[in-house]
């Protein structure tokens, strides 16, 4: 009796959230969540400013669609696969969320485009770096929005080989993320006829780089490549400056965010190159949604803020073209409208790549900078179709249908 009385309580719990999730659809209600990295290393580049962000998108919109108001949820998934795929399922079983955006932490990423593509929900990740998402791990609801490991490795380790840095040593995030990076900056490295002189992994969060960054010095490698990001990125760069490293070595960041570079302070960024999706003081439209992003956050906006704002806005744009939330509906539109806004110009391709152009630039030094966050020179731009893997390199079983 007592099994039978636990069957029909779990089938109860589980038909009300079903109800639920049906009644949000059934109301043309637009519900998007943002989870991202809220408190820990990469809460600064993608945090409360990717909910700013996503906010900013939805105000500028209109702040209803289909007749009814859209609604934003946010929650931190706190770097934790497992707790990001619950909170996941939870929004779209309970909550009748529509799409997720923001999932930084490429395990979180892959974790979170798995069960969207079981929920047969979208996924828009806007801050991490894994190609994956768009290989082996592709999904028809997914799409990979602001940047990507090729993207990012390619242009920085191709213009420091260009200027004479054969040699490298990486210190690489020990995880999906920054091996990703690594394999992808060396195989250009070795193809332009450099060469790896060693590797050191670093966990997530640590605080003290000193014994990776003097194996590194010890290789006397040319170039120094850090395959991390965020808060990791910040603290190896100014231990290096106070090893006094880059007196005789290169450093090359791969991911290094604007936000990143206020927090090393250009005395010891100076000189870095780097490539970005996206800089404030590029042009007037994006210095204007700048400030006022700025107004917000207190900070300028990282890649992810910017690339957040224009995921969310495409996906509003594909919405009110396909008069519903429909997933399979939604995604036809965004496939067949370009993506642009201040932001980016771009387009979608059938493995979920956003091929948009890229930017490779130096951090500026303390007495080129006119003011705060002044911090970048355009070296110059990567047109999308050789920022981004070829088409015809996608391990995606998608790119067997066109795009």
Same mark, same amino acid.
């Given at each position: #009796? ?7 309580i779990a089938a109860a719990v589980l038909a009300v959230a079903l109800t639920s999730a049906a009644k949000a659809a059934e109301n043309g209600l637009v519900k ?15 945090? *409360? ?13 209109? =702040? ?24 996941? &399922? &939870? ?6 969320? %529509? ?21 047969? *929900? ?16 592709? /999904? ?8 990507? $490991?090729? $993207? ?13 840095? =054969? /040699? ?16 992808? $900056?060396? &195989?250009?490295?070795?193809? #332009?006829?450099? =060469? ?32 991390? /990001? ?79 704002? /224009? ?23 965004? &496939? ?6 201040? $932001? ?12 948009? %152009? ?21 070296? =110059? ?17 998608? #790119?067997?249908?066109?795009?």
């Open positions: #009796m007592r099994r039978m009385t636990m069957g029909y998007i969540g943002v989870l991202g990295d809220q408190s820990s290393a990469y809460a600064d580049l993608g945090g *409360k400013g990717s909910v700013i962000a996503a906010q900013m998108a939805i105000d500028d919109f209109g =702040k209803t669609l289909l007749g009814k108001p859209i609604e934003l949820v946010q929650a931190d998934h706190q770097n934790k696969p497992e707790v990001a795929a619950n909170i996941a &399922r &939870r929004w779209y079983d309970r909550e009748g969320v %529509d799409m997720i955006t923001d999932l930084t932490n490429s395990a979180v990423a892959l974790a979170v485009q798995d069960v969207s593509k079981e929920k047969k *929900k979208i996924d828009l990740v806007t801050s991490t770096a894994t190609t994956a998402l768009t290989n082996e791990k592709c /999904s028809p609801y997914g799409v990979h929005w602001t940047f990507d $490991a090729y $993207a990012l490795s390619v242009g920085t380790a191709k213009a420091l080989v260009e200027r004479g840095g =054969k /040699s490298w040593y990486f210190i690489t995030a020990d995880y999906t993320f920054g091996y990703n990076l690594e394999d992808n $900056a060396t &195989r250009v490295i070795k193809s #332009m006829g450099g =060469k790896i002189l060693g590797s050191s992994k670093a966990p997530l969060n640590t605080t003290d780089f000193s014994s990776q960054l003097l194996a590194a010095k010890a290789s006397g490698a040319e170039v120094i490549g850090l395959a991390n /990001s965020g808060a990791d990125t910040t603290n190896s760069v100014k231990q290096a400056a106070e090893f006094g490293i880059m007196k005789k070595q290169k450093l090359a960041a791969f991911l290094p965010f604007i936000t990143d570079v206020h927090a090393m302070g250009l005395d010891n960024a100076q000189g870095l190159i780097l490539t970005t999706a996206f800089y404030w003081d590029m042009d007037a439209a994006k210095r204007a949604w700048s400030e006022r992003f700025f107004k917000a956050n207190g900070t300028m906006p990282s890649m992810v803020h910017a690339g957040t704002y /224009s995921a969310v806005m495409h996906y509003l744009k594909a919405v009110k073209a396909a008069g519903t939330t429909d997933a399979e509906a939604v995604m036809k539109k965004m &496939r067949e409208m370009p993506v642009d806004d201040f $932001a980016f110009k771009g387009k979608i391709r059938a493995d979920g790549t956003m091929v948009h %152009d890229m930017y490779l630039v130096e951090v500026k030094t303390p007495a080129e900078s006119k003011r705060d966050w002044d911090f970048y020179k355009i070296i =110059k731009t990567i047109p999308g179709d050789q920022a981004f893997a070829p088409a015809s390199e996608s391990k995606c079983p998608l #790119m067997a249908k066109g795009g």
